[in-house]
């Protein structure tokens, strides 16, 4: 656990460095608000696209082979990243921007090694302990760009390059911890596996578990859902903020804060799924996001209200992966998980690669407003739902 923790707060600053600035850069590259919201769908993609490679290799080599997969792939995207800022090439950016969700992909990929030795009855509190690590990397990750970004150009590099070869040396480090320091391997020590490879469990398992377990389907159903609200409203922040006039430092405050909504009170989620089961925080998760919308979408120029809806985004974020993570995790057998884990990952990033295509659609033609009433309507729609399954449960129990 302290192992993960720490790999948390290291790759954290370099995720939320790349979520603060890179819809700016995109924007300022190409000159499109539209194709701005392309950065966070690149982001996204990439941690879709590394979700089933991190979770294969986690089958067959443990986690430690898993997430050392998802931060080579995060540094080299840095690494990519900062040859196309200088270049001032945009589609280059968002490629290294799609290999930079590697680090997105790994740290949701050590929320669910938290749980791999945990007892039934605390896998939602070992899982957001994790989780809220990541606070105090990725609370600090959006304020260090500016520094970063100064130290860059002193360095020879482009503007706004710096702030990424910054990330890049945060996940080069979290990469060093998971290879030195997470022994034994959680997974291999969980199902008695030696330092030899293992089974590989196919899509198709995970595919198969779904179907037969309709409480890990409505699970995922919640975490995709809380996760495309999160991402398409988040994504198009820093653009609104910044054609309002907003400079660095206040993007970054905003994201900070927002990251902390997402992060700090994760242990009384973690706690609360725990104690008054998983499903009705899902609920309430699907209630902080509606007011989130609300507030986004009413908001106008009010960054104060803008900021007010970003830190209910994120604790409606936290409810949703939290709550969900744990359901999926404790409803399918321990040998199949990282092939469940893995889909569900993929899922959950490909319906929040697909929201932030939609919302940069919606931001550019229609306004900031038009998306957070389309994200209300969506949330709306999910709690409900999720609701009515709940208490038809429990009537048929009784």
Not at 161 to 188: E, M, N, Q, Y
Not at 233 to 239: G, I, L, R
Not at 286 to 293: D, E, K, N, V
Request: with cysteine; net charge positive.
């Amino acid at each position: 656990m302290a192992v993960l923790s720490a790999t948390q707060i290291v790759g954290g600053v370099g995720v939320a460095v790349g979520l603060a600035l890179s819809s700016v850069v995109v924007d300022d590259l190409s000159g499109s608000t539209v194709i701005s919201g392309f950065a966070g769908t690149a982001t996204v993609l990439g941690a879709a696209l590394l979700a089933l490679p991190t979770a294969k290799a986690s089958s067959r080599g443990g986690r430690r082979a898993g997430l050392s997969l998802a931060y080579v792939a995060a540094l080299a995207g840095c690494a990519l990243s900062v040859v196309a800022i200088s270049l001032r090439t945009w589609p280059l950016l968002l490629a290294g921007l799609v290999l930079v969700g590697g680090g997105s992909a790994g740290s949701l990929a050590a929320r669910y090694a938290a749980t791999d030795l945990s007892p039934r009855d605390r896998s939602a509190r070992h899982l957001s302990l994790v989780v809220w690590a990541s606070t105090f990397g990725s609370v600090a990750g959006p304020n260090l760009a500016r520094p970063a970004d100064q130290i860059g150009m002193r360095l020879g590099m482009a503007e706004k390059a710096g702030p990424f070869a910054f990330a890049a040396l945060a996940f080069a480090l979290a990469l060093v911890i998971i290879l030195c320091l997470l022994r034994p391997d959680p997974l291999k020590l969980a199902v008695g596996r030696d330092e030899s490879p293992g089974r590989t469990r196919t899509i198709r398992t995970a595919w198969h578990t779904l179907r037969t377990n309709p409480m890990a389907r409505r699970a995922l159903v919640m975490i995709a859902v809380s996760h495309t609200a999160m991402v398409s409203v988040m994504s198009m922040t820093p653009v609104k903020l910044h054609h309002d006039g907003s400079n660095l430092d206040v993007i970054g405050l905003v994201i900070s804060l927002h990251i902390a909504g997402m992060y700090v009170m994760s242990p009384v989620v973690g706690w609360l799924a725990d104690k008054a089961g998983k499903v009705p925080v899902l609920v309430l998760g699907m209630a902080l996001l509606l007011g989130a919308a609300a507030l986004a979408g009413t908001a106008g120029h009010r960054v104060w209200q803008v900021t007010a809806a970003l830190v209910l985004l994120g604790l409606g974020w936290s409810c949703g992966l939290v709550a969900g993570s744990a359901l999926v995790t404790e409803s399918v057998p321990i040998e199949r998980r990282p092939a469940v884990q893995g889909l569900s990952d993929l899922l959950m990033n490909v319906c929040g690669a697909t929201g932030t295509i939609v919302a940069g659609a919606i931001v550019g033609l229609l306004g900031y407003g038009m998306l957070g009433l389309v994200v209300g309507i969506m949330v709306a729609l999910a709690g409900l739902w999720l609701a009515a399954l709940w208490r038809g449960a429990h009537l048929a129990s009784e």
